[in-house]
């Protein structure tokens, strides 16, 4: 921020900056979530049949 300043950036302008990165780092995140949820979702079978074996328990038993 310093730099910034000495180099003659308004207050508004670094605002800007940080605001630019964090809406770029949340659209980043918000996708990897997506992404990653959506695969959960399609292989939960998969996914279930796996922590079973493993365990030796059933998941999601009534």
Known sequence: IGILK???AGA???AGI?????LC???VGAGAG???GLS???NINRI???VE???GERVFDP
């Open 6 to 8: 000495s180099l003659g």
């Open 25 to 27: 780092l949340g659209m």
């Open 53 to 55: 074996w493993l365990s």
């Open 34 to 36: 997506l992404a990653l």
């Open 48 to 50: 279930r049949a796996a």
């Open 18 to 22: 940080f605001l630019g990165y964090g």
């Open 40 to 42: 959960i979702v399609h």
């Open 12 to 14: 508004s302008g670094i």
